[in-house]
């Protein structure tokens, strides 16, 4: 058991735990905006060694100065350190790949924006999976990627745009850092170096808790990341930061990664939006693709995104796409056919308080 007290480690001067779970030393090297986020990432960053399980993406966003790039080599620094701390995301399906297979703890830095493909990949390495490509000066003969592993990215603004990744993120933001606060790189590092194989003790010992807990938990509430929400019980309960504390963040945080799917779907929001004063609504899916169109127009929706059906029949498609984002809104969508004749029905029950007209503010807010 540690005690609470300050000592020399090369040279630097760290904050002992107060005992050997005391994830408070970790806390002090992040710059999250709230506590809600800060557990968030303690409890995510520990469930990093936990292998063969589905993982969050990790989405690490703010301003200018906010350390995102920083941020993201610490925690690459605790889970998988190598000198590839961060690299540009690849361009192509086949690169990221490659990247995905070789790394354990991949970290992709400054992105603005991640293509459908790209994206589609990145859910396959959160909740695992194959990718077959061919082998190099071969016509015939394959080779099988698989990995299932921790994904972590960062840029300005939450870079994901499609609610099957964003269904598999955690959101974490980051605050600007005052010019008080500013350090050199070699102060910053020495610090965070001295102070390393504490941190390492602190959490292989919350994760060894937390295994004797895991089989134990019984949850009412899972979250789309079912494994990770049981083991982020546990390891929240081992690091007396209280399991229920996280499920309330963790559910928090998928409130506001809807909401990033709803903006960044514009197809979604013209949905909300038609549904907004209708109990329920059924037609064809031609009829509903004209009514969205005109209303987008109205609206002033991006008819020009990527993410726009351009067909009628593509849109039944995207509804199942998005399905859970609108059944977060209180929407419910149902396809039937009868007599070879295909009908939407779409049913509101009951809008929640947060409606796109205070998701439509609160982007003009950012």
Sequence with gaps: MFQNSRYLTKGVQIDVPRSDHDIT????????????TQLLHSVSLISSFISEMPHPVKIIFG???ASKSTTMRKDKSIVDPDKCFK????KTRQDLAIWLAKQYYPCFDNISNISPDMS??????STGGSVVKRQLYSDD?????????????????????????????LLFELERISSSEYKTESKLWAEFEAARPLIMGVIFTILSKAMAIHPT???????????????????????GLGGDNFIDAYFNNRNNANDEALEADPVALAVVKFMSDKPEWSG??????????????????????????QQPNQLSRRLNEIMPNLEHMGLTVISTNSAGIRTLTITNNTLPARTTQQIQRRKSTK
């Design 141 to 169: 003969d394959t080779k099988v990627l698989d990995f299932q592993q921790p994904v972590t990215l960062n840029g300005i603004n939450v870079m994901a745009q499609k609610a099957d990744l964003l269904d598999r993120s």
């Design 217 to 239: 938990v019984e949850l009412t509430r899972l979250g789309r990341m079912a494994d990770f929400t049981v083991w982020g019980w546990a390891i929240a309960e081992a690091a």
């Design 25 to 36: 030393l970790l806390h002090q090297f992040y710059n999250f905006k709230n506590e809600e």
């Design 63 to 65: 301003a200018h100065g």
């Design 87 to 90: 690299v540009a995301m690849p």
């Design 120 to 125: 589609d990949l990145l859910c396959i390495a």
């Design 284 to 309: 064809s899916a031609t009829s509903l693709f004209g009514k969205l169109n005109e209303l987008a127009d109205d609206n002033n929706i991006n008819t020009r995104s990527k993410l726009w059906v």
